[in-house]
């Protein structure tokens, strides 16, 4: 049921932001830019290259409740470390993405059009690895906290 309600409530912000996009005559095209993409997906990669593909697919089945109790105590180490190191790579990426945004930016400083252009790649640099890290690592990393502690809210939140 908890599965079901995440699906719905999903759907509905989709569809507001889909609303939202068309009164203001925008397009999906605007929100996405290849450059950042690709410093998030370099992040990820870094991220991902300390681990085996097991180990990662069974961090995150531990994540979303798919593993028993004592699964999750052998595991515990390692699938915080999988996350702590997902969180930081997504994040220096996008950093080392808005530096050399900045720069590309700070060079055409002639041209508005490029000015534009250059300040949108800066924050959407930066706005990819947030929305990734507190909207989908973190929840991910609370409730395996909150699975290993069952019934307690004693976890750490970043």
């Known amino acids: 049921m908890k599965w079901f309600k995440t699906i719905v409530y999903s759907g509905v912000l989709i569809a507001g932001l889909y609303v939202f996009l068309i009164m203001n005559s925008f397009s999906w095209r605007n929100l996405i830019s290849e450059y950042s993409l690709l410093f998030l997906c370099a992040?990820?990669?870094f991220s991902f290259a300390h681990f085996s593909l097991k180990e990662q697919l069974q961090a995150f089945g531990d994540a979303l409740g798919f593993s028993t109790l004592t699964v999750l105590k052998k595991n515990r180490d390692k699938d915080i470390?999988?996350?702590?190191?997902?969180?930081?790579?997504?994040?220096?990426?996008?950093?080392?993405?808005?530096?050399?945004?900045?720069?590309?930016l700070l060079s055409e400083l002639d041209d508005m059009a490029l000015l534009i252009?250059?300040?949108s790649l800066v924050l959407l640099s930066l706005l990819y690895p947030l929305l990734l890290r507190f909207f989908i690592i973190s929840p991910l990393k609370i409730n395996l906290d909150y699975q290993l502690n069952k019934n307690t809210w004693d976890v750490d939140y970043v």
């Not at 999988?82 to 720069?103: E, N, P, Q, W």
């Open 117 to 119: 252009k250059g300040g």
């Open 81 to 104: 470390l999988i996350f702590k190191s997902l969180r930081d790579y997504t994040l220096l990426a996008g950093a080392a993405g808005s530096g050399i945004a900045l720069i590309q």
């Open 43 to 45: 992040g990820l990669t």
